[in-house]
């Protein structure tokens, strides 16, 4: 068992990570529905990794302060109670951590056809369709995670209740997790890895040819491609943070399949730790990645810190707006 400073630590990182998430992420949904820039496909979708992002945090940090007191999987209601919120944390969990994965596939996807194909609309009108494209996106989540309400509920050791997984009597959890392990690596981590990889690679390398040919191009050509290379280069390290953070986690559960055999030995909990640690840090860098690199982000949360710059910022844009019909108006 860990010594009470380090429990200390870890609930202090914990609740200081919560907070973080929930302040970042909630700032960035106020932000995109403040702001009628911020309202595209993009912007939506990065609306939509926030709320996931805030869901993963709500049902999995918690809990991850209650193991550091008590055992692995410790449960501590019990009843009807204790297997609906089982089955529903192991739930929400799982299908917070999916739906990121998948909106950042759509979000490639939809810079792709932006970038490289700018001229080709059918892509572009079905992302237009947001809501119906989140829908997707959440109902294909929700598909693996249903497991769960079969896989997990209560049991009681030695007068104290657990919430557990396990695949029993169809087959032992230890020939189960080793299917398992090798599936959910390849189909949440190493197929979008390579799709997301690729996608990104054409699409540096069409804004790398683009940029050669602008030089005569019109002033609004110049400013949309300026925007496309921002933006794409935000998602890119968007990218490339949440894969780096998922590495560990990955390593992790690897070496519990395959190495240790389903028995974790004593010195494994820090690894865990960290592994836990690096995927709810993701959802707490997410926002900070958002406001370095988009003006409106950061123009947003200056208005929300101080409300006077929003005013300031609506009747210059009036005043811009009344001086240009003006000029238009015959004499």
């Not at 602008?214 to 933006?231: D, F, Y």
Request: aromatic content about 14%.
């Amino acid at each position: 068992m860990d010594s009470n400073l380090i429990k200390s630590i870890k609930t202090v990182a914990h609740a200081s990570l919560l907070l973080v998430i929930l302040v970042g992420n909630s700032l960035l949904i106020v932000v995109t529905c403040r702001n009628h820039q911020l309202q595209t496909t993009v912007h939506f979708l990065i609306l939509n990794m926030a709320v996931s992002d805030i869901f993963l945090s709500l049902f999995g940090l918690p809990i991850q302060i209650i193991h550091t007191y008590l055992n692995q999987g410790r449960w501590l209601v019990d009843g009807d109670f204790g297997t609906i919120t089982c089955k529903t944390v192991a739930f929400a969990t799982d299908i917070s951590r999916i739906v990121s994965v998948l909106t950042l596939q759509v979000i490639a996807f939809e810079r792709f056809f932006s970038v490289v194909y700018p001229m080709q609309k059918s892509f572009d009108t079905l992302c237009r369709k947001w809501f119906l494209v989140i829908t997707l996106i959440w109902l294909t989540a929700a598909v693996y995670p249903s497991i769960n309400f079969f896989k997990f509920d209560i049991t009681t050791k030695s007068s104290e209740t657990y919430c557990l997984g396990s695949w029993k009597p169809l087959i032992s959890n230890e020939e189960a997790f080793k299917i398992e392990a090798p599936i959910l690596l390849v189909c949440f981590t190493v197929v979008p890895f390579l799709l997301l990889t690729s996608l990104y690679s054409v699409i540096v390398l069409s804004l790398y040819r683009q940029k050669r040919c602008l030089q005569l191009a019109s002033e609004a050509r110049q400013r949309r491609a300026s925007e496309n290379k921002r933006v794409t280069y935000m998602l890119v390290t968007v990218v490339i943070v949440f894969l780096a953070t998922w590495v560990p986690f990955n390593i992790y559960w690897f070496y519990r399949a395959y190495v240790w055999n389903w028995q974790r030995p004593c010195e494994s909990r820090h690894l865990i730790f960290s592994a836990n640690f690096m995927i709810y840090a993701y959802p707490a860098v997410n926002p900070v990645i958002y406001f370095i690199f988009n003006e409106n982000y950061r123009n947003g949360f200056k208005d929300l810190l101080c409300p006077s710059n929003f005013f300031k910022r609506l009747r210059r844009r009036s005043t811009k707006t009344h001086a240009m019909v003006s000029s238009q108006l015959p004499i």
